[in-house]
């Protein structure tokens, strides 16, 4: 079954705009145990997905580890400004990004700190994609396979760049659409938190505007359902919360063969 995080409420981002949103993970139809996090903070305009990798029950402790540093870092630098980073701030960067990045790469030293030193956790990871709001704009971050939709005018735009076997493959145009359909490593990863002691975390910059959602989801929906499915089914959802069980309920349908975890934010007009 699944396990709703949070009901759908608002917020004030900004003088002309508030954000919806809404969030739902569930196991899927093949799995035993669900290695999917998920948080939603609108206290700190901050929104998570996390996938976990490494199985009995260490996926699940990856990702619920990469939650948890990235949301007590956020807590403790709104608190105290002043506080030292684990990190330098990157001078090509903002100070929103910078904040966002610096937690990622943070909650990725935990988890390999975690794997190396205790035998059980050897192995695990994580992917993360993680959405954060502010008063200047938004920013996506994330590393491995889990997504960032923007869904506007009707149409949908993945964000993020998988950092997948199967994407490289893509990028370097050496498959054809049947190859691409039957690639036999679709599950690879080639970045993701924990695999080494640093981690490169991709963020892109982004403006919202009202009517914006913005949908984070691991690929247990990515990977069962179309973009065009994944548009139909949550502009014409009666609110977020529908949207999201329609969304869950549709890649289950189509085969639930993994965890399946989603949020929505939406921005309308005050």
């Given at each position: 079954?699944?396990?709703?995080?949070?009901?759908?409420?608002?917020?004030?981002?900004?003088?002309?705009?508030?954000?919806k949103?809404?969030?739902l993970t569930?196991?899927?139809?093949?799995?035993?145990h669900?290695?999917?996090?998920l948080a939603?903070?609108?206290?700190?305009?901050?929104?998570i997905?996390a996938d976990?990798?490494?199985?009995?029950?260490?996926g699940?402790?990856?990702?619920?580890?990469a939650?948890?540093?990235?949301?007590?870092?956020?807590r403790m630098?709104?608190?105290?400004e002043?506080?030292?980073w684990?990190?330098?701030?990157?001078?090509?960067?903002?100070?929103?990004?910078?904040?966002?990045v610096?937690?990622?790469?943070?909650?990725?030293l935990?988890?390999?700190e975690?794997?190396?030193r205790?035998?059980?956790?050897?192995?695990?990871?994580?992917?993360i994609?993680?959405?954060f709001?502010?008063?200047?704009?938004?920013?996506?971050?994330?590393?491995?396979?889990?997504?960032?939709?923007?869904?506007?005018?009707?149409?949908?735009?993945?964000?993020?760049?998988d950092h997948?076997l199967?994407n490289?493959?893509i990028?370097?145009n050496?498959?054809?659409?049947?190859?691409?359909?039957?690639?036999?490593?679709?599950?690879?990863?080639?970045?993701?938190?924990?695999?080494?002691?640093?981690?490169?975390?991709?963020?892109?910059?982004?403006d919202?505007?009202?009517?914006?959602?913005?949908l984070?989801?691991?690929?247990?929906?990515s990977?069962?359902i179309?973009?065009?499915?994944?548009l139909?089914?949550?502009?014409?959802?009666p609110?977020?919360?529908?949207?999201?069980d329609?969304?869950?309920?549709?890649?289950?349908?189509?085969?639930g063969t993994d965890?399946?975890?989603?949020?929505?934010?939406?921005?309308?007009?005050?």
């Open positions: 079954m699944g396990a709703w995080v949070a009901h759908e409420e608002a917020h004030q981002l900004r003088s002309i705009m508030k954000l949103y809404a969030g569930h196991v899927g139809m093949k799995r035993t669900n290695e999917d996090h939603l903070l609108p206290e700190e305009s901050l929104y997905v976990g990798m490494g199985g009995h029950a260490s699940e402790v990856a990702s619920q580890m939650v948890e540093t990235i949301t007590s870092f956020f630098t709104t608190r105290d002043q506080v030292t684990p990190y330098k701030e990157e001078r090509n960067l903002r100070y929103d990004e910078n904040r966002l610096t937690a990622i790469k943070f909650s990725n935990r988890i390999y975690a794997a190396a205790e035998g059980r956790f050897k192995g695990m990871g994580t992917t994609v993680t959405a709001f502010t008063q200047g704009g938004a920013y996506l971050g994330h590393v491995g396979d889990s997504r960032g939709y923007r869904l506007r005018d009707g149409k949908i735009e993945q964000i993020t760049d997948s199967l490289d493959y990028k370097a050496r498959l054809t659409p049947e190859e691409i359909e039957n690639f036999p490593h679709k599950n690879v990863i080639v970045r993701a938190l924990g695999m080494k002691d640093t981690v490169q975390v991709d963020v892109n910059r982004l919202p505007r009202p009517g914006d959602y913005y984070l989801c691991s690929d247990g929906l990977g069962m179309s973009d065009d499915e994944i139909e089914l949550t502009i014409n959802a609110d977020l919360e529908k949207a999201c329609q969304l869950v309920s549709a890649a289950n349908q189509a085969g965890n399946i975890t989603v949020s929505l934010i939406q921005f309308v007009s005050e």
